[in-house]
T-cell receptor
Framework: EAGVAQSPRYKIIEKRQSVAFWCNPISGHATLYWYQQILGQGPKLLIQ????????DSQLPKDRFSAERLKGVDSTLKIQPAKLEDSAVYLC?????????????FGSGTRLTVV | QQQVKQSPQSLIVQKGGISIINCAYENTAFDYFPWYQQFPGKGPALLIA?????SEKKEGRFTISFNKSAKQFSLHIMDSQPGDSATYFCAASAHFNKFYFGSGTKLNVKP
């Protein structure tokens, strides 16, 4: 089974620029998550999708962050404009349907540096 | 407000020793407590998990001890090996919805 694919692996941008991250979950996984992991901290959920619908985006800074999951498969996370404090690893994870943690798999993440 | 508190922040253990990482939570609605292992440049990977209806779960060298009344749980790594050197995160969720992660423990196992 292929894992969760993310790209790019690394991105360096200047503050106030925009950036987008891409995630391709494991085939058949209906639930998709975007997490932000700041250096030295645990992952923090930004947004959760069930198919192409948003389940939870309560911690997404909506003034600058946006995410979509068209057709219920791939997802993109965008930041516009970026701030220095957005420097972090952005992790995508996907999960099989149902009340089980089986198949809750993280990608390797995109490391964003804002200078 | 941090939902899950983890300690220590870092840990150095000799090869063959026991590594112990502790976590505490407040929300009594949490009903699932996984531990994740993360190597540099990789995403977290599920290591072992426990439900609150049992006090201990063991998988190989990894054991979770769970104290429901104290709202604490811990990860024990027996016979620690250099290959176990990684960052470990505890987490908690209610009904497999949002996962709240601890701040992580960086484990270094000395050969």
């Amino acid at each position: 089974e292929a894992g969760v694919a993310q790209s790019p692996r690394y991105k360096i941008i200047e503050k106030r620029q925009s950036v987008a991250f891409w995630c391709n979950p494991i085939s058949g996984h209906a639930t998709l998550y975007w997490y932000q992991q700041i250096l030295g901290q645990g992952p923090k959920l930004l947004i959760q999708f069930q198919n192409n619908g948003v389940v939870d985006d309560s911690q997404l800074p909506k003034d600058r962050f946006s995410a979509e999951r068209l057709k219920g498969v791939d997802s993109t996370l965008k930041i516009q404009p970026a701030k220095l404090e957005d420097s972090a690893v952005y992790l995508c994870a996907s999960r099989r349907d149902g009340n089980t943690n089986y198949g809750y798999t993280f990608g390797s993440g995109t490391r964003l540096t804002v200078v | 407000q941090q939902q899950v508190k983890q300690s220590p922040q870092s840990l150095i253990v000799q090869k063959g020793g026991i590594s112990i990482i502790n976590c505490a939570y407040e929300n009594t609605a949490f009903d699932y407590f996984p531990w994740y292992q993360q190597f540099p440049g990789k995403g977290p990977a599920l290591l072992i998990a426990i439900r609150p209806d049992v006090s201990e779960k063991k998988e190989g060298r990894f054991t979770i001890s769970f104290n429901k009344s104290a709202k604490q749980f811990s990860l024990h790594i027996m016979d620690s090996q250099p290959g176990d050197s990684a960052t470990y995160f505890c987490a908690a969720s209610a009904h497999f919805n949002k996962f709240y992660f601890g701040s992580g423990t960086k484990l270094n196992v000395k050969p």
